[in-house]
């Protein structure tokens, strides 16, 4: 390794320490980690149904509600439970243990991928890419917000380890865990599907059943109820992300037609099923980095969420690529690093030039993000001549 190879990994180190250190002081800060699902967590210990708290809330504000700032309970009691650790905390220890804790998965995510898509690479390309994965805003928001997309990324990378090591069971439980925020993972059961690793996917349902079923029980409500409450909840807090496909309809003006993105988010969901069961065994990478994407456009996620966009990252410089250098690149470029600017420029000013400017910016992430898919898809479908499937730390043929 050179003098200036080292030199700049320092330099990459430094920037992601900093970014660190802001994301966590933003996460302690008094407004900070307003995402975290604590109260309804919490809510959940104390036998209690956090939804039907959070509906009394919506039609009586009260200054002392037991919902903090925005952490309104837009979760599955199968997923709430998972925060019970947390929840066992008063609240500005919560937050701090929870801002650490996705320093912890952030790991867990650059090693995993580092191991997948890099087993051919030398250590310092899993260091390099996890430095810019890190500087990134979204990543940095994450922190700062107490989002949960870490936490579900971190035990799905787990879960596809355990896949490639046959641990069926230790595989679906981890594969569980990570749905606690669905509609970022929910897209990856293609993958398991495209493995026929049914026994997997048998214990992902068996395990969220019987949770809802005992935590019906736990409150004394239905767990058909409490699934269809958090849904209701979810239906009032979430609006519309910046590049699903209600954001596509929204810019032509179309927002309000909901029967619409609901036809188009499933139908994205299925034929991209379909064309990962029937040719990601293939490329199983680029499976991975095309659900990635999916699951930006088929369900609501703020600019946050695009921390998912490490998948893509790591998959832009693994031996299974396959072009799409530009469009891979200037995406995560403008998602990751001029994003910052944008949210500056909508918060600070009323110039109409300024504001069309934003416009455009908006219109040209979405043709990126849904070329990018679309080329994925498009790779995926028609590149036929790898023989040969990477997945984990070996070559495995199909």
Same mark, same amino acid.
């Given at each position: 390794?050179?003098?200036?190879?080292?030199?700049?990994?320092?330099?990459?180190?430094?920037?992601?320490?900093?970014?660190?250190?802001?994301?966590?002081?933003?996460?302690?800060?008094?407004?900070?980690?307003?995402?975290?699902?604590?109260?309804?967590?919490?809510?959940?210990?104390?036998?209690?149904?956090?939804?039907?708290?959070?509906?009394?809330?919506?039609?009586?504000?009260?200054?002392?509600?037991?919902?903090?700032?925005?952490?309104?309970?837009?979760?599955?009691?199968?997923?709430?439970?998972?925060?019970?650790?947390?929840?066992?905390?008063?609240?500005?220890?919560? =937050?701090?243990?929870?801002?650490?804790?996705?320093?912890?998965?952030?790991?867990?995510?650059?090693?995993?991928?580092?191991?997948?898509?890099?087993?051919?690479?030398?250590?310092?390309?899993?260091?390099?890419?996890?430095?810019?994965?890190?500087?990134?805003?979204?990543?940095?928001?994450?922190?700062?917000?107490?989002?949960?997309?870490?936490?579900?990324?971190?035990?799905?990378?787990?879960?596809?380890?355990?896949?490639?090591?046959?641990?069926?069971?230790?595989?679906?439980?981890?594969?569980?865990?990570?749905?606690?925020?669905? &509609?970022?993972?929910?897209?990856?059961?293609?993958?398991?599907?495209?493995?026929? =690793?049914?026994?997997?996917?048998?214990?992902?349902?068996?395990?969220?059943?019987?949770? %809802?079923?005992?935590?019906?029980?736990?409150?004394?409500?239905?767990?058909?109820?409490?699934?269809?409450?958090?849904?209701?909840?979810?239906?009032?807090?979430?609006?519309?992300?910046?590049?699903?496909?209600?954001?596509?309809?929204?810019?032509?003006?179309?927002?309000?037609?909901?029967?619409?993105?609901?036809?188009?988010?499933?139908?994205?969901?299925?034929? &991209?099923?379909?064309?990962?069961?029937?040719?990601?065994? =293939?490329?199983?990478?680029?499976?991975?980095?095309?659900?990635?994407?999916?699951?930006?456009?088929?369900?609501?996620?703020?600019?946050?969420?695009?921390?998912?966009?490490?998948?893509?990252?790591?998959?832009?410089?693994?031996?299974? =690529?396959?072009?799409?250098?530009?469009?891979?690149?200037?995406?995560?470029?403008?998602?990751?690093?001029?994003?910052?600017?944008?949210?500056?420029?909508?918060?600070? &000013?009323?110039?109409?030039?300024?504001?069309?400017?934003?416009?455009?910016?908006?219109?040209?992430?979405?043709?990126?993000?849904?070329? %990018?898919?679309?080329?994925?898809?498009?790779?995926?479908?028609?590149?036929?001549?790898?023989?040969?499937?990477?997945?984990?730390?070996?070559?495995?043929?199909?």
């Amino acid at each position: 390794m050179d003098s200036k190879l080292k030199f700049g990994l320092v330099i990459a180190g430094l920037l992601a320490a900093v970014s660190l250190a802001q994301g966590f002081r933003n996460a302690i800060s008094p407004t900070g980690s307003q995402d975290f699902q604590w109260s309804g967590s919490r809510l959940l210990l104390q036998h209690e149904d956090p939804y039907a708290v959070q509906f009394e809330a919506f039609k009586r504000p009260k200054p002392d509600s037991p919902i903090l700032m925005d952490q309104h309970p837009n979760y599955p009691p199968s997923g709430l439970v998972l925060l019970w650790p947390y929840a066992t905390f008063p609240w500005p220890m919560a =937050r701090a243990m929870w801002a650490v804790s996705n320093f912890i998965f952030a790991g867990v995510i650059i090693m995993g991928l580092g191991r997948l898509f890099l087993q051919d690479k030398p250590w310092w390309w899993t260091f390099l890419l996890g430095c810019l994965f890190i500087m990134g805003t979204p990543f940095r928001n994450t922190i700062g917000n107490g989002q949960h997309a870490l936490f579900s990324l971190a035990f799905l990378v787990i879960a596809l380890h355990l896949l490639d090591r046959n641990r069926t069971f230790a595989a679906g439980v981890f594969l569980a865990i990570s749905l606690f925020k669905y &509609t970022v993972t929910i897209p990856f059961l293609a993958y398991f599907i495209m493995k026929r =690793r049914w026994d997997t996917l048998l214990v992902v349902a068996g395990l969220h059943l019987i949770l %809802t079923l005992v935590l019906g029980v736990w409150v004394g409500k239905s767990p058909v109820s409490l699934l269809i409450d958090h849904l209701r909840v979810a239906g009032v807090v979430n609006e519309i992300g910046f590049a699903d496909t209600r954001a596509v309809l929204r810019l032509l003006g179309l927002a309000n037609h909901q029967q619409w993105w609901i036809a188009l988010s499933s139908t994205m969901l299925v034929v &991209t099923t379909v064309i990962i069961v029937r040719r990601g065994p =293939r490329q199983p990478l680029l499976a991975l980095t095309t659900l990635a994407l999916v699951s930006v456009v088929a369900f609501y996620h703020l600019t946050y969420d695009n921390v998912v966009l490490v998948l893509p990252l790591f998959y832009l410089t693994s031996r299974e =690529r396959r072009g799409g250098v530009l469009l891979y690149g200037t995406l995560i470029g403008l998602l990751w690093y001029f994003e910052k600017i944008i949210f500056f420029l909508r918060s600070h &000013t009323d110039n109409i030039q300024v504001l069309e400017g934003i416009q455009i910016y908006d219109w040209a992430v979405i043709i990126f993000f849904y070329a %990018t898919l679309f080329g994925a898809l498009r790779t995926l479908i028609a590149d036929s001549s790898d023989r040969r499937a990477v997945l984990g730390t070996k070559l495995e043929p199909v």
